[in-house]
């Protein structure tokens, strides 16, 4: 006999979410034991970075920027496109992508 939708639905729903119970117990478990543990341990103050570390910090926080503007900028061009008929706002789009 070949299963009905519907049931097939509600298997695939089933399996999907699994019990949250024990999950929110577990959840809870691991957040106390983490609580009980920061506060045992003392917090060591932050050592100041050296020169080389501080321009190695810079320079990759540049090229990161460098990579998200080159993202966005080819984001914009991909939502771009040159047509037979465009509206004003896709004109100002690509007028603005394309400077």
């Known amino acids: 006999m070949r299963p009905t939708f519907p049931s097939v639905l509600l ?6 979410c699994p019990p949250t119970a024990g999950l929110a117990q577990n959840a809870e478990d691991k957040q106390a ?8 341990k003392v917090q060591e103050p932050a050592k100041p970075l050296s020169n080389e570390e501080q321009a190695e910090a810079r320079r990759l926080a540049r090229e990161e ?3 998200e ?3 966005e900028r080819l984001e914009r ?9 465009m509206t004003d706002a896709e004109i100002t789009l690509c007028k603005e992508v394309w400077r």
Do not use: D
Not at 77 to 85: A, Y
């Open 11 to 16: 298997v695939a729903a089933s399996l999907a």
């Open 33 to 40: 034991a983490g609580n009980a543990s920061s506060t045992s």
């Open 65 to 67: 920027r460098a990579r």
């Open 69 to 71: 503007a080159e993202r």
């Open 77 to 85: 061009e991909r939502q771009c496109r040159i047509k037979p008929v």
